[in-house]
């Protein structure tokens, strides 16, 4: 065993997307991600792996979890209304199966091997569907919902309520919390296992953690926009880094 194993930075995986780009001359497909999730991942102290969709994602995700310490699941277009038993809503994205079997892939090895998971936006989503639970496909249909994505790529700045007692308070302390937001789906019945976190004033969920188990949080808006706050990849980094010297 290598005798600076326990002062290794802890190595954590981040799901990309897989989608057309250009570059130059070229125009192809490629594993893309916006740097905002590195840069943050980075600065609290992290090595980085990407973790594009895979064609065999059970096999690759069971491989794939055993060189890391620590998962995000990122955000993206919307998880399959299939996987929830739900028809899909005209506004709902293009089934994007390759992302989804392979990050719920992921997920399931995580959780075995016990490494902590940090889920952003459609990562929450995603793990809700996971633990089984439901999504509403479009909150703009509800009165107050289109305050959630106001379109040409700028995100909403809005306040949600982080409630006391959760692994989420103990990060970012209980109460009012500004947080930055891009989405048109939420979440709707809780999956088993979860518990709330935080929530909006119209009683989105807007944050939810495992409430047995590894260290799971995941939240409906997107950290990685806040350079100035990085608590939350901080507070991964801190139970990857427990886990990597744990399993040196």
């Not at 980085?48 to 699941?73: E, N």
Request: net charge negative; hydrophobic share 45%.
């Amino acid at each position: 065993m290598d005798s600076n194993a326990s002062d290794r930075m802890p190595v954590i995986g981040i799901t990309t997307y897989r989608e057309r780009a250009k570059q130059g001359v070229w125009d192809v497909r490629a594993a893309f991600l916006p740097e905002q999730y590195m840069d943050r991942v980075s600065e609290a102290g992290g090595a980085v792996v990407l973790l594009p969709p895979q064609p065999d994602p059970a096999s690759a995700a069971a491989r794939v979890v055993r060189g890391l310490d620590g998962l995000v699941l990122t955000g993206g277009l919307d998880v399959q209304p299939e996987l929830y038993g739900a028809p899909r809503h005209a506004l709902t994205d293009p089934a994007r199966a390759d992302r989804d079997d392979w990050e719920l892939a992921l997920l399931a090895a995580a959780r075995e091997a016990g490494i902590p998971v940090l889920g952003i936006c459609r990562g929450l989503q995603l793990i809700n569907v996971a633990f089984g639970g439901t999504l509403v496909q479009h909150l703009p249909d509800q009165p107050g919902g289109e305050r959630y994505r106001i379109g040409g790529g700028v995100f909403a700045q809005l306040t949600t309520q982080v409630l006391a007692g959760t692994r989420l308070a103990a990060i970012l302390g209980p109460g009012a919390f500004g947080v930055h937001a891009y989405h048109h789906q939420g979440l709707d019945r809780l999956g088993e296992g979860l518990v709330a976190s935080a929530r909006m004033d119209d009683g989105l969920v807007y944050a939810a953690e495992a409430a047995e188990g590894s260290w799971l949080v995941a939240v409906q808006w997107h950290p990685e926009e806040n350079a100035a706050d990085i608590r939350l990849f901080e507070a991964l980094i801190a139970q990857a880094d427990a886990f990597a010297k744990e399993h040196a």
